[in-house]
């Protein structure tokens, strides 16, 4: 069943819209909590477009009673967050996910990307130094990877490179860093600090496989530039790497 809340008008229609939800809850089966946590989601727009922050926050809370607290409350966060109500948003960040839920990387990350898509940069920074004081250290790295991201995506690309850089300092071999990175660094059609980035990735130690991933990533991005010149020299480098990795 699908709860529309396109043409909902007038308080009946909003009256058979909950019930319609509400049957659909009684009628799906309990193993398919994604199933169920969708029609709550429908709901949860329901009742913000047309009921009061009282019925949202009671419908979130029958919600919590028999699902993952923290599914429910994402959810919720994603609806007021499409909706712009900030405050609401922070609210429950704060007093619900932050609180209960600090040591989920996915609730840190969410909230930060929230923030940031709101230009509000600075606080993302505060925000990460919090994270990182409540995660679990081996969330760390792939924490510090997404507010990366968000400093080139909304913030300051020179503070998104040292974030990386800090970070690859302590992992070297961490294939997927690199790999945004690059990604990162190539969209801003900065090619001679993105040569730079592949020269030194091509001359760490890594295994054979990860060594032949960026030796090709290296070649197609000079094919990109038209420089097929540059492309044979990293050609020439991959095959002196395969003869001395055999010695």
Known sequence: ????TQSTGGRGNVERARLTAKRALDTINYRLESEKLNVWSALFNLENSFGTP???MA???AAAA????KAV???LAAVLDKAQKYEELD?????VLLKKHRRSRKVWCCYATSLACQS???TVRDLLTKALKSLPKHKHVRTISHFAQLEYRLGDPAKGSTMFENVLTSYPGRLDLWSVYLDKTIALADNEQTRLLLDRVVGLKLPAKKMKFFFK???DFELSQGDKERAERVRELARNYIETSDL
């Open 1 to 4: 069943a699908v709860v529309s």
């Open 54 to 56: 009282d019925s949202l």
């Open 59 to 61: 419908s979130c809370q």
């Open 66 to 69: 028999v699902n993952d607290p």
């Open 73 to 75: 409350f994402m959810r």
């Open 91 to 95: 609210e429950i960040y704060s007093s």
């Open 120 to 122: 509000k940069m600075e």
């Open 217 to 219: 990533r290296y070649v």
